[in-house]
């Protein structure tokens, strides 16, 4: 059924992680009847078994639910409301925005116990600048510790309006859904076409199909689509002619066309997803199709943090490869390239999105493919402007996320370090102590905002090196876990950075150097050689474990030598035959440590470069 403009509805949920965005996805469904009773589960529109599992949704995923609010009379599904459900994760914050420009109106789900949260006000934020119509809710209105009216004052308190005008919901029970379904009819706008500019459409998410390619899911802007069509990427510049085009209700329905202001699907023998990047206009290919104006808002999606992965069998090499290659099918914004280390052997140099996003790829690696790895720290990428000059008579600048690719300190003029725009809301009790947390990790403060008597908006500017260790975990801790994080790239800033290296037995271990604060870098290096004076078997000579700064030693541990009691066939008998002895010995460790190597054992490895394990301050 084809449905005039003005009965349309795009909308997404925005809601902090965990609040019930997909639980309310679900209730719509359910309503609706869209979905067979027996068919259903919960978090239905989240496909992948690792979203299932953590609770969270990666990649956006769309329904289509024809929908008549009571009152309308009965002939047949008048209104046709589009979901789009968005990534809640600071990883994914790129995908979210584009989601968000697909839609005209955002239903602002906020859990009625855990109140606004750094996320939420992220997300929203991102919604006001698309211009959408907001629609506040209160969920989870059924838990004894729900506190709606005081919550409700905090929401209306930042978008404006009374608190009685704050819809409140139990998606669990399915308590007030319906309200929500005759809100988004009344209040979010149809979408707004142009009648006469060329087709265009916005793509917001793209998935891997083994069969059929990379699958497009867009929204119409202006003119129709029909199966047959031929493509024009304006980003990419890929060509091609539409196979097929397809809606989910929720399941996915073959659709002959798409309209202005519809939501859809198509593939087009799209070998990879870098072909179809999230935020891409499509026009039809054609003689002007390069003179299209794109759609505002498009970036390339950067890597944020990168780590090294190296199998822990290297015969696994070509098999991590492949793997690797498969992953990014189907997710451009991860990024690889090979790379060794004396230490753990041939790997690749991995960037992520963010820590989570990390998380997801090795623990994807690990369920789908079965390859055990070794991950190194995880690193952030510097800007290094060189005392030497280009042609043009400015300072060369490189880029390195590596420690072994920085060079010789003689050769650097200044270390730029990346940094983020950090918000942070916690309650006042907890001020002091994130305070104290941010200052130690070289933060400076922005602002600081009272959302209500209880909850505070604090915003730092922090280097992005301090917070993909273990910072998130201390901020839950000392805030008993109330406190939420939110961050956004910002600029790259100058900062007093060095190389630690840690040496075994005066050799240089790539595996464990890091790019630390001149002033962490001492207690980096007595961490690190304190853990691994623990982790490594005695041998037969002593082993200095040093943390050395250039040719400057900052810390060192011993691990002292096994001996043998060459004494213990000497039953009395003269002193000068028991020195001789152990002279004799001297001289054999003095000569084995000088030709000897030191074997570490792989899990000596694994354990010291544990992610988190040592914090690089």
Not at 549 to 554: H, L, Q, R, Y
Request: with cysteine; charged share 30%; hydrophobic share 40%.
């Amino acid at each position: 059924m084809t449905y005039p403009i003005e009965r349309i509805r795009n909308f997404c949920i925005v809601a902090h992680v965990d609040h019930g965005k997909s639980t309310l996805a679900d209730r719509m469904l359910q309503i609706t009847e869209l979905v067979d009773p027996r068919k259903m589960r919960a978090q239905y529109l989240d496909k992948m078994d690792i979203e299932r599992e953590r609770g969270i949704t990666i990649k956006a995923q769309t329904a289509r639910i024809p929908y008549e609010p009571e009152g309308r009379g009965s002939g047949g599904p008048e209104y046709l409301l589009n979901l789009i459900d968005t990534p809640g994760h600071v990883d994914f914050s790129y995908e979210v925005s584009r989601a968000l420009n697909a839609c005209e109106g955002a239903i602002l789900l906020v859990d009625a116990a855990q109140g606004m949260q750094a996320q939420t006000i992220a997300n929203l934020y991102l919604a006001l600048e698309a211009d959408l119509e907001i629609i506040p809710v209160l969920n989870k209105i059924d838990l004894p510790a729900a506190r709606p009216d005081e919550v409700a004052r905090e929401m209306t308190s930042i978008i404006g309006g009374e608190p009685s005008d704050v819809l409140r919901i139990s998606a669990k029970t399915g308590e007030g859904v319906k309200e929500v379904l005759d809100a988004i009819v009344e209040k979010v706008p149809a979408p707004r076409t142009n009648v006469d500019g060329p087709p265009r459409a916005l793509i917001f998410d793209s998935v891997y199909d083994a069969y059929r390619g990379a699958l497009v899911y867009f929204r119409v802007i202006d003119g129709t689509f029909h199966p047959g069509d031929k493509i024009h990427m304006r980003a990419t510049g890929y060509e091609n002619e539409i196979d097929d085009l397809a809606v989910h209700s929720p399941e996915e329905t073959p659709i002959r066309e798409l309209g202005p202001g519809e939501v859809g699907m198509l593939s087009a023998a799209i070998k990879e997803v870098s072909q179809a990047k999230v935020g891409d206009t499509i026009t039809l290919a054609g003689k002007g199709a390069k003179d299209v104006p794109m759609l505002p808002g498009y970036r390339e999606p950067l890597a944020m943090v990168y780590s090294g992965l190296y199998p822990v069998d290297s015969d696994d090499f070509p098999v991590l490869r492949d793997a690797l290659e498969k992953l990014q099918l189907n997710d451009a914004s991860f990024t690889f390239e090979p790379e060794t280390s004396v230490a753990l052997g041939f790997g690749f140099r991995c960037g992520f999105l963010g820590l989570l996003h990390l998380e997801i790829i090795t623990e994807r690696l690990d369920r789908e493919f079965n390859i055990p790895l070794v991950t190194s720290a995880p690193s952030v990428r510097y800007h290094v402007v060189l005392e030497a000059k280009g042609d043009d008579g400015e300072h060369l600048t490189m880029e390195v996320s590596n420690p072994q690719d920085l060079p010789e300190p003689n050769r650097i003029l200044r270390v730029e370090e990346p940094t983020v725009k950090a918000m942070i809301v916690t309650p006042n009790d907890y001020v002091g102590p994130v305070m104290q947390l941010c200052e130690g990790r070289r933060g400076q403060m922005v602002a600081m905002d009272y959302l209500t008597e209880e909850r505070v908006e604090m915003r730092y500017i922090l280097p992005l090196a301090e917070i993909i260790t273990d910072f998130f975990d201390q901020l839950k801790s000392m805030t008993r876990g109330y406190a939420s994080l939110d961050y956004e790239r910002s600029d790259y800033l100058e900062s007093d950075l060095v190389k630690v290296d840690v040496l075994l037995n005066k050799e240089p271990v790539d595996a464990f150097s890091a790019i630390v604060h001149r002033d962490r870098a001492y207690e980096y290096g007595k961490t690190m050689v304190e853990r691994l004076k623990e982790l490594i078997p005695r041998q037969m000579f002593d082993i200095p474990i040093q943390a050395a700064i250039g040719a400057k030693v900052i810390a060192r541990e011993t691990i002292k030598a096994k001996r043998k009691d060459v004494l213990a066939k000497c039953y009395g008998g003269d002193v000068s035959r028991k020195r001789k002895l152990l002279e004799k010995q001297k001289e054999g460790k003095k000569k084995m440590k000088a030709v000897g190597s030191v074997e570490v054992p792989q899990e000596a490895f694994v354990a010291a470069l544990k992610t988190g394990a040592v914090r690089q301050d």
